[in-house]
Structure formats: C-alpha cells, structure tokens
C-alpha cells in the first residue's frame, strides 16, 4: 500500500501533524485528481496508528502498526473504493481522470459506486474497540462515489461519531456530495503542484514528455505518470490527427476507433473542444499544445458558439459515459457531432 506524502503537500503534511491529537472524526480531503490524496491520506492513518512516531509525528516504519499498514492488513484501518477501482478499472476519462474500458460480453462492469451495503458492513468493525492506542480510521475514495443510500449511511455515522473512530473522505468534486455530507467534515485543501514542480517530479520518474503529459491531466501529476504508456499516446495520436482535417468521416472514423476505450475516447475529445473554444477566443492552447497549429486552423473557421455548445455537449456524457448502452453507437454519436461541427452545424451528443 502506497503511504507517500509528495513534495507539493509536505506543508499541509507539517500542519497536520502539529494537531494530530486535537483532529475531528470527520475530516475531507479535497483537490483535483491525480495529485496524491490517497496516498496522502493512507500515510495520515499509518502515522496517527503508529505505536512509536518520529518527533515531528510522522510514522516510524518499523512497529508492528507500520508493518501492517505495509502489508495492507491492518486490523484498524478500512479504505471503502467503488468496485472498478478495487479491481484496477478506473473511472471516465474525462479531464482529469484515468480511462474506462468497454464492456466485455457476458461480464457485468463493475460498479463505479460505493454502495450501501458497503457502509453498513463497517458497523461491526466501528462497535469493535481499536486494536491499538492510535484509534480507527475508515477512508472512502472518491467519496463523490458514494450512491445516495451510502451516503444517508454514512451521514448517521457523522452525526453520531462512534468513539475511536475517524472518518476521512477523499474528493475530487465535492461539489457532487450532498451539502449534509460536506458540512460534518473539516475541510483540507490538498493543492496541485506548479507546473515547474510536477515536470521536474516526472522526469525523476523518468517520463520523457513531461509538459505534454502534464497538458493532457490539467497539471495532475499521479494522472501524467499514468499515462506513460505507448498504447495510450499511439491511440491519441491517431484520434487527434483524424480530428485535426477539415473534413471527418465519422462512421469510418468510429470503425477505427471501435475498440478504443470509450471513457478515455470521450476525454480526448472534450480537451480537443475546450482547446478548439480556447484557441478561437483566447489565442492559445491548455490539453494539446503538440496540435496548436492544427487547432488555431481549425478554430479560425468557427463559429464559438458552435464549439461552445459542442463541449458543453460532451461534458454532459461525463456522469453516463461508463453506461452507454451501445457503445458502438455512442462512439458514431459522438464522431457525427464533431463532423457536424466542423461543417458549422451543432446537435446535441446523444449517448446512443
């Protein structure tokens, strides 16, 4: 288990530890995508668990507490993820998130939710006294994931904070958690890196294109190194240069691309229209400056209205794109309206 506290958040790490004994039960951990929370959280549970901690509060890594964290077994911890995560699918690529993959015949996905019978599976381990003097801790990620049911669940948990037991929520869009939720938690900004940080932090790790990768997650770091795979840039290359002609022939186009994952399809192309609006009202580009002679082209023979309302189209797939009901279809769907785009008309995206 990853228990890594990364540069940019070492000051939010000090100002943590300097209260670790006056922190609430419920606490929410908030900052965009692929900037290290978990981890950060994961390394906040081991030091408040350890049984010997440094001077500064820090876990030792060498207690019997330590070792359990190590291992991922220890008897006072719970990390609470939607099954896709747990079992190494992600969630949509939308801007700043990891890919999904297309249904596989015959196997149902899994979910992306955390249920409610997940949360009211944790009742024996919160009536059970911890372990050891550090208390337990319950970790749910994204906690945005928590369906409606899970998240009454866990409300009456927060209201009434069994004693020993802290609740700590990691979020990407907190934004989507209920107002009731958000309140009975203390709020922690986990900031991003600047630009000039994470590109030195990835080529410590060894990736080539630092800034390109750093363009294509908004600047997440965790999300760039990720993406350090030949799959990921051939199929973008391939997608963006088709994107990039004047003309498009969709249903051809959707042929090619048929066996691309759909979540991360559909996060190329909103970069690809946010870029289009970007380079036509502001000169410049955010997701794809490998492609900015192509987009400023582009641009210049469109309407923004049009794009506008083309990426406003897209953005409203982010919530279904792991359902579609055909993916086929919402692949031609969303080819079509970009043909249509280019041709200076609009339709709305359906998800087929």
């Not at 950060?40 to 010997?52: E, G, H, I, P, T």
């Not at 337990?136 to 998240?151: G, H, Q, R, Y």
């Not at 938690?185 to 410590?204: D, F, K, M, T, Y």
């Not at 769907?333 to 008309?345: D, F, K, P, Q, V």
Request: glycine fraction near 6%; charged fraction near 20%.
């Amino acid at each position: 288990m990853p228990v890594t506290v990364y540069p940019w958040h070492q000051q939010q790490w000090r100002e943590l530890l300097q209260r670790r004994a006056t922190l609430p039960h419920a606490l929410m951990f908030r900052g965009r995508e692929g900037i290290g929370k978990l981890d950060f959280v994961r390394k906040l549970a081991q030091s408040l668990a350890c049984a010997d901690p440094a001077a500064d509060g820090a876990a030792c890594g060498a207690c019997q507490s330590c070792r359990w964290f190590a291992t991922g077994s220890h008897p006072d911890y719970r990390e609470i993820l939607p099954a896709a995560l747990r079992s190494g699918e992600s969630q949509s690529d939308t801007t700043d998130a990891p890919e999904s993959d297309l249904p596989v015949a015959g196997k149902r996905k899994p979910s992306q939710e955390i249920k409610v019978e997940e949360v009211r599976g944790l009742q024996d381990f919160i009536n059970l006294t911890a372990h050891q003097h550090g208390g337990k801790s319950i970790v749910f990620c994204p906690a945005e994931t928590l369906n409606a049911n899970a998240a009454n669940a866990l409300l009456k948990s927060l209201e009434e904070p069994p004693a020993g037991t802290r609740f700590m929520l990691v979020s990407h869009r907190p934004s989507y958690l209920p107002a009731t939720i958000v309140s009975r938690c203390q709020q922690i900004v986990l900031p991003a890196p600047s630009a000039a940080a994470a590109e030195q932090w990835l080529r410590g790790q060894g990736v080539a294109e630092p800034a390109l990768s750093l363009a294509q997650t908004g600047n997440a770091p965790l999300a760039a190194l990720a993406l350090d795979d030949g799959e990921f840039w051939a199929q973008r290359k391939a997608l963006l240069g088709s994107l990039a002609s004047a003309k498009v022939d969709a249903l051809a186009l959707a042929e090619h691309l048929r066996e691309y994952p759909v979540g991360r399809l559909l996060g190329w192309m909103q970069r690809w229209s946010y870029d289009l609006l970007s380079a036509k009202s502001l000169g410049r580009v955010r997701y794809n400056p490998d492609f900015e002679i192509e987009l400023t082209q582009l641009a210049a023979r469109l309407r923004a209205i049009n794009i506008a309302r083309h990426h406003r189209a897209l953005l409203q797939l982010q919530r279904s794109v792991n359902h579609p009901l055909n993916p086929r279809l919402f692949i031609e769907h969303l080819l079509l309206s970009y043909a249509l785009l280019l041709r200076g008309e609009t339709a709305g995206v359906n998800a087929g």
